[in-house]
Structures are given as C-alpha cells and as structure tokens.
C-alpha cells in the first residue's frame, strides 16, 4: 500500500525558510518520480517542483525558481522541498506526488499516489 506522509510546514515570517519531508512506504520508492503541490484555500492544486526517480533531473515552476529546492534521499525513502524567502502568498497546503516513470508531469490528475498535506502559513 502506497503511503506518503507529508511533514516540516508550519507558521513563519515572510523571509524565512522550512524544509518539507516527504516519507514514503510501500512502494519501491527510488523507482518513482517525485513531486510537490500546493493548495491555497479556494484556489486548484498547482505544480510547485518535480525530480527525477534518481534525483539528478530537477523542475519547478517559475514562481519558485531560486527559492524553493526539491532533493531527495532514496536511502532514506524522502523527498524534500526546501523553501526559502518565504512570501504570504506561498501560504498554502502542501503536497507531495509519487508517479512511475521520466517525464516531467505537472498535472494532478496525473498522479495516483498522494500525502495528507502539511499547512504552510506564511505572515507579512
């Protein structure tokens, strides 16, 4: 049974920074590439980043290249996101995405396995 559990969000400042784990089970986790989303309240569910099942390719969104860095460990069964100089309107719940195969995919309903979500509030 596939389970990921989401962890590391939290209540900061604008201009801090948090770091996302991701922890994965039931699946032979270095096989799958990984991603992040986020969900802002009334808003859809966006493609933040995305790596590669062995970690050496890496994408993100426009809105978070320089500030945000997806990592993982495949040892470790975790994906990471790496956030910094936070702003407000990074607030929001974030997810992570597991999904077979290379390609870059930034659409949702592309993805079967997903966590609970961690809360990411940023204040000004």
């Known amino acids: 049974q596939v389970q990921l559990v989401e962890s590391g969000g939290g209540l900061v400042q604008a201009g801090a920074s948090l770091r996302l784990s991701c922890t994965a089970s039931?699946?032979?986790?270095?096989?799958?590439?990984m991603a992040w989303f986020r969900q802002a309240p009334g808003q859809e569910r966006e493609f933040v980043a995305h790596?590669?099942?062995?970690?050496?390719?890496?994408y993100y969104a426009d809105f978070v290249k320089g500030r945000f860095t997806i990592s993982r460990d495949n040892a470790k069964n975790t994906a990471y996101l790496q956030m910094a100089s936070l702003k407000p309107e990074d607030t929001a719940v974030y997810y992570c995405?597991?999904?077979?195969?290379?390609?870059?995919?930034?659409?949702?309903?592309?993805?079967?396995?997903w966590g609970r979500g961690t809360q990411v509030t940023v204040s000004s």
């Open positions: 995405a597991a999904r077979q195969g290379s390609r870059v995919v930034i659409t949702p309903t592309m993805y079967g396995n």
């Open positions: 039931g699946f032979i986790f270095s096989t799958y590439a």
């Open positions: 790596i590669s099942a062995s970690g050496d390719a890496t």
